[in-house]
Structure formats: structure tokens, C-alpha cells
């Protein structure tokens, strides 16, 4: 198995997992750019070194996990490819591409083709949507979605959860925040995502829900109205989400149902005691937390929900490796050869 990207926040957690999981490999080869060789990473009590990736990095790697942006994904998974790897790309690089399978393990892995070696993983935002929203769909056609998003630092990789650490020190000591990562001080703020905003007035975070959410549901029209929002927390993005549909919404009782019954999914939903997800609750975790849920008082086909998720787990590596173990559990990829 190769990793690229693997001293990125991604990568590192990438490496975490595949250590928890007990993935079945034989070697591992731990890939960066050029500023990272010389590096070491521990993994099963062993320091691996961090190697410049290089045409070579790919020999013999039957499993490559990316995770170093579009530019180097664009680079290295034809090789990969060419060398024979299967190719888990954790970028942006190829999701909408006609005929690649945009999955979700719990959602549509039914989308994958016998002849599929790439498999992209999901905007983060994206994949903790859809996770919320597919276990409803037994309650009828979905016709919109409305969707406003907290996002963590975690999203923007390492370095960005660092700045945030480093400014929250600053704050605390009464020096002003400086911003380098982000274009503002995140700190005690929160800004619209920090990615260009297209030319019908959504930022590219939001656009990418916006296709990713329709292609993964299988949904090519569904309706979408989403807004994202970078706030001060360093890892699990939130999502405040109300779902509409064709017909009469389901009751409280039978979204609770549905969501106990979903895999991948955790119900946090304690009136009572005013406990619904957080993201500290859904750090370095697994499951997509939901709660708050309720009918939507306005409109007698809506329900709301709200939604945390680790951004660096389910939105990133652990659907990666979801992924791979599926192929091996499927003998698609012959393992310890
Ligand atoms: P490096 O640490 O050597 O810069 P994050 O998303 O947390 O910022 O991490 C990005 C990851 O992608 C890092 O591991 C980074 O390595 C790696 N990376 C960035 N650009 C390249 C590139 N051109 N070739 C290989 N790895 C890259």
C-alpha cells in the first residue's frame, strides 16, 4: 500500500487507520513532497521513513490512497493506474468525472462496476450530507434540501488546525491573531468558506455538496440550497439540515427509527438534558452523529435534523479505507502477496 499526502492531517489519520483496522498489508510506503523526505512515521512500533514521490513510488503497489490535492492526484493516479494499483483518491480530482463511482459504502456502493480502479472519496461536507439524508429516503421521494454548514479546520488540513491552535493561544494572551492559512483570523470568528465563489453567487465548497450530494443520492435534480461557513472548531464539520418531501413528512418517532437502524449513523438526540451532537462529541469518531429532529412546523413535508461528523473519518479516511476493505472482502484485490 502506498499513501501520498501521508504527513497531511488525512494521511496521517489514513495511517491511523489502516494500524486500528488491521487492513492487511504487507509493506507500506509513505509518500509526501519533496520538503517532507526525511521524515518518519510510526506505525505497528516501527518508524517508516516519509519518501519524495517519485514515477517508482507506484512499483508493485496493489493500493494507493491519495491525499495531497487535486494537482498531485491529476499527476500520480494515471501511474498508479498504469502500474496495475487500485487508486482511492481523497481529492477533488476526478469526482465528477461521467462513469467514475462516487460511493459511499453504506450509501451506493451498488454504483461500482467490476472494471472500477479509481474510486474518488467525497467532499467531506458532502459524504456527512448524504450519510443524514439516505436513511430517509424510505419515506418518500426527497424533493429539496436546505443546508447550512459549521466547518472545522480540520477540513483545510494540518496546517490550518495548527493556525487555529496557535491563534487561540494568541487570543488568550491578548495578542492579536494572525492569519496565514485562512484569509482571516479564525479564532473567535467564523467566515464563508474560504474557497471563490462561482458566477451564481455560491463558494466552490457549495457547489461541490451541491453536485457530489446529487450524483452519491442518484438524485440529478434534487433540489439543493446550501450555504458553508469555516468556524472555529479544529476537527468534525456541522450541518443544520432541513429535508423536504414530495408528500406528508414522516413522524419524529419513525426518523428516530430509521436513523438506529442505519449503519454509520449515531443518535444523539436527548431533549431533556439539551444533548444533541456536537463536535466534540464526533472527534475521533467513526459514526455521523444526529439529533435535533423534529417536523418542520412551517411546512408539513419537512423534517430537521442536525449533523456532526468527524471531517478527517467518515469525511475523509475512514471512507477511503471503507472502500479498500470492501475490495478486499470482495477479493477484487489479492492481499499479503
Ligand atoms: P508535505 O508535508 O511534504 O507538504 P494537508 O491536506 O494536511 O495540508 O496535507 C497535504 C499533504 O499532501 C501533505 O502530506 C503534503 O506533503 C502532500 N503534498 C502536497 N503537495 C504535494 C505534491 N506535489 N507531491 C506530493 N505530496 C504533496
Same mark, same amino acid.
Given at each position: 500500500?502506498?499513501?501520498?499526502?501521508?504527513?497531511?492531517?488525512?494521511g496521517?489519520? =489514513?495511517?491511523r487507520l489502516v494500524h486500528e483496522r488491521n487492513f492487511p498489508i504487507s509493506v507500506l510506503r509513505l509518500l509526501a513532497s519533496d520538503r517532507s523526505a526525511g521524515k518518519t512515521?510510526? =506505525?505497528?512500533? &516501527?518508524?517508516?521513513?516519509v519518501l519524495s514521490t517519485a514515477e517508482s513510488s507506484f512499483d508493485g503497489v496493489q493500493i494507493a490512497f491519495f491525499s495531497a490535492g487535486s494537482q498531485a492526484s491529476k499527476r500520480w493516479a494515471p501511474v498508479a493506474l498504469q502500474k496495475g494499483a487500485f487508486v482511492i483518491d481523497n481529492s477533488s480530482a476526478f469526482r465528477m468525472e461521467p462513469g467514475v463511482p462516487l460511493v459511499i459504502p453504506e450509501v451506493n456502493w451498488h454504483q461500482v462496476r467490476d472494471e472500477d480502479?479509481? =474510486?474518488?472519496?467525497?467532499?467531506?461536507?458532502?459524504i456527512l450530507l448524504v450519510m443524514a439524508v439516505a436513511p430517509l429516503r424510505k419515506f418518500g421521494k426527497l424533493r429539496r434540501l436546505v443546508v447550512s454548514t459549521y466547518q472545522s479546520a480540520s477540513g483545510a488540513g494540518a496546517r490550518a488546525m495548527r493556525e487555529l491552535e496557535e491563534q487561540t493561544r494568541s487570543l488568550a494572551e491578548g495578542r492579536t491573531p494572525v492569519a496565514e492559512v485562512f484569509p482571516y483570523p479564525i479564532a473567535g470568528n467564523l467566515f464563508s468558506h474560504n474557497t471563490p465563489i462561482n458566477e451564481y453567487g455560491y463558494n466552490e465548497e457549495e457547489w461541490k455538496v451541491i453536485q457530489e450530494a446529487r450524483k452519491t443520492l442518484e438524485m440529478p435534480d434534487l433540489a439543493l440550497e446550501v450555504t458553508c461557513v469555516r468556524v472555529p472548531v479544529?476537527?468534525?464539520?456541522?450541518?443544520s439540515v432541513n429535508v423536504e418531501f414530495e408528500g406528508p413528512a414522516p413522524s419524529e418517532a419513525a426518523v428516530r427509527e430509521a436513523y438506529e437502524a442505519a449503519p454509520g449513523i449515531a443518535l444523539v438526540d436527548d431533549r431533556e438534558s439539551n444533548r444533541f451532537p456536537m463536535p466534540m462529541l464526533a472527534a475521533g469518531k467513526d459514526d455521523v452523529l444526529v439529533g435535533r429532529i423534529r417536523r418542520d412546523y412551517t411546512n408539513p413535508n419537512a423534517v430537521s435534523i442536525f449533523v456532526c461528523g468527524d471531517q478527517l473519518r467518515k469525511g475523509a479516511a475512514l471512507n477511503g479505507i471503507q472502500i479498500a476493505e470492501r475490495l478486499v472482502?470482495? &477479493?477484487r484485490m489479492p492481499v499479503g502477496a
Amino acid at each position: 500500500m502506498a499513501i501520498l499526502g501521508a504527513t497531511g492531517a488525512v494521511g496521517r489519520e =489514513f495511517v491511523r487507520l489502516v494500524h486500528e483496522r488491521n487492513f492487511p498489508i504487507s509493506v507500506l510506503r509513505l509518500l509526501a513532497s519533496d520538503r517532507s523526505a526525511g521524515k518518519t512515521i510510526t =506505525f505497528r512500533g &516501527s518508524e517508516i521513513p516519509v519518501l519524495s514521490t517519485a514515477e517508482s513510488s507506484f512499483d508493485g503497489v496493489q493500493i494507493a490512497f491519495f491525499s495531497a490535492g487535486s494537482q498531485a492526484s491529476k499527476r500520480w493516479a494515471p501511474v498508479a493506474l498504469q502500474k496495475g494499483a487500485f487508486v482511492i483518491d481523497n481529492s477533488s480530482a476526478f469526482r465528477m468525472e461521467p462513469g467514475v463511482p462516487l460511493v459511499i459504502p453504506e450509501v451506493n456502493w451498488h454504483q461500482v462496476r467490476d472494471e472500477d480502479r479509481l =474510486f474518488p472519496v467525497g467532499n467531506c461536507t458532502a459524504i456527512l450530507l448524504v450519510m443524514a439524508v439516505a436513511p430517509l429516503r424510505k419515506f418518500g421521494k426527497l424533493r429539496r434540501l436546505v443546508v447550512s454548514t459549521y466547518q472545522s479546520a480540520s477540513g483545510a488540513g494540518a496546517r490550518a488546525m495548527r493556525e487555529l491552535e496557535e491563534q487561540t493561544r494568541s487570543l488568550a494572551e491578548g495578542r492579536t491573531p494572525v492569519a496565514e492559512v485562512f484569509p482571516y483570523p479564525i479564532a473567535g470568528n467564523l467566515f464563508s468558506h474560504n474557497t471563490p465563489i462561482n458566477e451564481y453567487g455560491y463558494n466552490e465548497e457549495e457547489w461541490k455538496v451541491i453536485q457530489e450530494a446529487r450524483k452519491t443520492l442518484e438524485m440529478p435534480d434534487l433540489a439543493l440550497e446550501v450555504t458553508c461557513v469555516r468556524v472555529p472548531v479544529l476537527r468534525a464539520h456541522s450541518l443544520s439540515v432541513n429535508v423536504e418531501f414530495e408528500g406528508p413528512a414522516p413522524s419524529e418517532a419513525a426518523v428516530r427509527e430509521a436513523y438506529e437502524a442505519a449503519p454509520g449513523i449515531a443518535l444523539v438526540d436527548d431533549r431533556e438534558s439539551n444533548r444533541f451532537p456536537m463536535p466534540m462529541l464526533a472527534a475521533g469518531k467513526d459514526d455521523v452523529l444526529v439529533g435535533r429532529i423534529r417536523r418542520d412546523y412551517t411546512n408539513p413535508n419537512a423534517v430537521s435534523i442536525f449533523v456532526c461528523g468527524d471531517q478527517l473519518r467518515k469525511g475523509a479516511a475512514l471512507n477511503g479505507i471503507q472502500i479498500a476493505e470492501r475490495l478486499v472482502a470482495e &477479493s477484487r484485490m489479492p492481499v499479503g502477496a
